[in-house]
């Protein structure tokens, strides 16, 4: 896991120093060592990140896996990776952390925005008979509200307040962190029919 990360952080890294923006695969990117010194290795690598992310304008163009974006995509997918694999470490190891509210909300915008649009399993959602069917979110304790429609050509997202067929109520951090598989539907309050969540979950697993 810290090995991924910071090869990750690596990446990045590279990809906001090319000048100009240019596409650079992952596969060109220092490889992390496999053993104990992996924790040195991405110590190392920390420094260069913060660095270039403040060197220049955040709204000027980097390249991403998703395309040309500006600078601040990376800095918000960096800030959600880090924070969901720090997640994951703390669970295998004791009781994890939450992740903070706002950064939580912001990170299921993203999961709607960025990974939603070009993952999300539509067939077998759809074989699964959810077609026409709707989705709101709702966070407890801070604003945040999502109702998601499963519509035959798209998934359509709007923040709202709506009825939806099922209704996710709970803490940011555990919406975020059901909506990425990383905890069980069961920490938050579901209404409706779950069939709906736990379709949407499996055609969305990445």
């Not at 110590?43 to 395309?67: F, K, N, Q, S």
């Not at 004791?94 to 915008?109: E, K, M, R, T, V």
Request: aromatic residues 10%.
């Amino acid at each position: 896991m810290v090995g991924h990360v910071g090869l990750i952080h690596r990446w990045a890294t590279a990809l906001l120093a090319a000048d100009p923006p240019t596409f650079i695969s992952p596969s060109e990117v220092e490889r992390p060592p496999r053993d104990a010194s992996v924790f040195r290795w991405y110590r190392e690598g920390v420094g260069p990140l913060l660095a270039e992310l403040g060197r220049v304008d955040l709204g000027m163009p980097a390249h991403t896996w998703a395309g040309e974006r500006d600078r601040r995509w990376w800095l918000r997918r960096l800030a959600h990776e880090t924070g969901i694999h720090r997640f994951d470490v703390q669970n295998a190891l004791s009781a994890p952390d939450p992740i903070a509210a706002s950064a939580a909300a912001d990170g299921i915008d993203e999961l709607f925005e960025v990974f939603v649009p070009t993952n999300f399993d539509a067939a077998g959602f759809a074989s699964a008979g959810h077609l026409g069917r709707t989705m709101h979110l709702h966070c407890s304790d801070i604003e945040g509200e999502w109702l998601v429609a499963f519509e035959a050509s798209r998934l359509s997202v709007e923040h709202r307040h709506a009825k939806g067929d099922v209704a996710v109520n709970g803490r940011a951090s555990d919406l975020f962190l059901t909506l990425w598989n990383r905890e069980d539907s069961t920490t938050c309050r579901v209404f409706g029919d779950p069939k709906v969540l736990d379709a949407f979950l499996e055609a969305s697993a990445f």
